[in-house]
Nanobody
Framework: QVQLVESGGGLVQAGGSLRLSCAVSGRTFTVYPMGWFRQAPGKEQEFVAAISWSGDSTDYADSVKGRFTIARDNAKNTAYLQMDNLKPEDTAIYYC??????????????????WGQGTQVTVSS
């Protein structure tokens, strides 16, 4: 089993920054790609970013490219999402996810095996 715990959410003004963290515990050696997703009220869950185990491959949703940066520190078993130039439309609950068994990055939530409980990000205008 793998457990994921997000932190770092909060309330920020438009144009501000936040850094989300996702701490991984349990069978951490089985985790390969990791991803971030978000869900705004009344909307479907959407892909935000993903990163390979080594960190040398990343993928971003078009809506966050150039503003968000995904990273990971395997020594600390932690993934990060640096969010800059935040916009009100970034308001959502943000979830981290881990994929085991396969190394390929994916934007599809069904292909991730473990999920955190989510952390709220609210951007005021």
């Amino acid at each position: 089993q793998v457990q994921l715990v997000e932190s770092g959410g909060g309330l920020v003004q438009a144009g501000g920054s936040l850094r989300l963290s996702c701490a991984v515990s349990g069978r951490t050696f089985t985790v390969y790609p990791m991803g971030w997703f978000r869900q705004a009220p009344g909307k479907e869950q959407e892909f935000v970013a993903a990163i390979s185990w080594s960190g040398d491959s990343t993928d971003y949703a078009d809506s966050v490219k150039g503003r968000f940066t995904i990273a990971r520190d395997n020594a600390k078993n932690t993934a990060y999402l640096q969010m800059d130039n935040l916009k009100p439309e970034d308001t959502a609950i943000y979830y981290c996810a881990a994929r085991t068994s396969f190394t390929r990055l994916t934007v599809y939530p069904d292909e991730y095996n473990y999920w955190g409980q989510g952390t709220q990000v609210t951007v005021s205008s």
